[in-house]
Nanobody, 114 residues
Framework: VQLEESGGGLVRPGESLTLSCAASGSLFSINAMGWYRQTPGKQRELVAR???????NYADSVQGRFTISRDNAKNTVYLEMNSLKPEDTAIYYC?????????WGRGTQVTVSS
């Protein structure tokens, strides 16, 4: 499974950004997909995850501001980020679980700064 993220960039506080993650390769039995983020010196943090049945979970810090969605036909997961804050600045990594193995994308930088 290969994962490719896109959509990162530089935005001002309060603005929005949508990340995409397209999966390719052997996609049989892909289970949960989602997003983690990481800043220098900190552990990778779960941001949101979504099951094949589209049940979503969010970190408390993004609840109500971020929305994760999934297009199973396109094997793509999205993260819509609204009301962005400087503390949302991080590298965002897409992941997918297949047969209990976790696959990762290379990450995309999101910077929130005025």
């Amino acid at each position: 499974v290969q994962l490719e993220e896109s959509g990162g960039g530089l935005v001002r506080p309060g603005e929005s950004l949508t990340l995409s993650c397209a999966a390719s390769g052997s996609l049989f039995s892909i289970n949960a997909m989602g997003w983690y983020r990481q800043t220098p010196g900190k552990q990778r943090e779960l941001v949101a995850r979504i099951t094949p049945g589209r049940i979503a979970n969010y970190a408390d810090s993004v609840q109500g501001r971020f929305t994760i969605s999934r297009d199973n036909a396109k094997n793509t997961v999205y993260l819509e980020m609204n009301s962005l804050k400087p503390e949302d600045t991080a590298i965002y990594y897409c992941y997918a679980v297949q047969n209990a193995i976790v696959y990762w994308g290379r990450g995309t930088q999101v910077t929130v700064s005025s």
